[in-house]
């Protein structure tokens, strides 16, 4: 088993709006642990980074929130994606590529 890393500076509001892009409406419990399990257990969301960083995207108007019941009868808030948290996601995701190709290159070029 992997050891668990911290997601990299700038990239949690990416994973966030990824995650609700594939699955739908999810609340902030649900982004936390499909991002662990998707990514092996090897990235790990904390708490105290999660939330701020969904209120940055309900500020900014990339993801709306609507408080419902989980499975459990527990009052959460539901986040799904908005038009323009999409066209973000995209924006985010294509300067992601081009900064982690850019970094491998200089890593093979070593």
Do not use: C
């Amino acid at each position: 088993m992997s050891a668990r890393e911290p997601i990299p500076p700038g990239t949690l509001e990416m994973l966030i709006l990824k995650s609700v892009a594939r699955r739908g409406e999810m609340h902030g419990f649900e982004i936390a642990d499909y991002i662990q399990q998707t990514s092996e257990d090897v990235l790990t969301v904390e708490e105290g980074s999660l939330y701020p960083a969904l209120q940055r995207l309900l500020i900014k108007g990339w993801i709306i929130g609507e408080w419902g019941k989980t499975a459990d009868n527990r009052r959460a808030r539901y986040y799904r994606l908005t038009a323009t948290g999409r066209k973000q996601l995209e924006d985010q995701i294509e300067r992601y590529q081009r900064v982690s190709q850019a970094i491998a290159r200089v890593i093979e070029m070593a």
